[in-house]
């Protein structure tokens, strides 16, 4: 099966050795999105809320690059340095997503990239 390398200049380009996205057949794996602002490739700053509303941003411009949107999100990995912002991940992915919600986890890690506190990836099946 062939895979489609999925870029957008409407989310940060890569900061490493990966794509936005890959799309195979009718499934699209999303790479972990930081709060990067796409035009100035610089960490958002303010509340953590900020942040998470930047990645989910990203994470909608490289979905819709590959023929989809927030509905066609299956599987969602956040992962956070701090576990007490799953309150607010909860609170802006109400914001991104309506029932039936994608599968998440929610993983506290030590760090992230260029330090910032959120990063979340995910997977689409597309119709």
């Known amino acids: ?40 490739m610089q960490l958002v700053s303010g509340e953590i809320r900020d942040e998470i509303h930047r990645v989910f941003k990203n994470l909608k411009a490289v979905a819709q690059a590959a023929g989809g949107d927030m509905k066609d999100f299956v599987k969602v990995n956040v992962f ?26 929610a993983v506290g890690v030590k760090e992230l990239p260029r330090g910032c506190r959120v990063e979340i990836e995910g997977v689409m099946v597309l119709s």
Not at 5 to 28: D, M
Not at 87 to 92: E, F, G, H, I, S
């Open 80 to 105: 956070l340095t701090d576990l007490s912002f799953f309150a607010d991940v909860n609170a802006v992915m109400a914001e991104y997503f309506v029932e039936p919600y994608p599968a998440r986890a």
């Open 1 to 40: 099966m062939s895979k489609t390398i999925i870029s957008t200049e409407h989310a940060p380009k890569a900061i490493g050795t990966y794509s936005q996205a890959v799309k195979v057949g009718n499934t699209v794996y999303l790479s972990g999105q930081i709060p990067l602002d796409p035009a100035t």
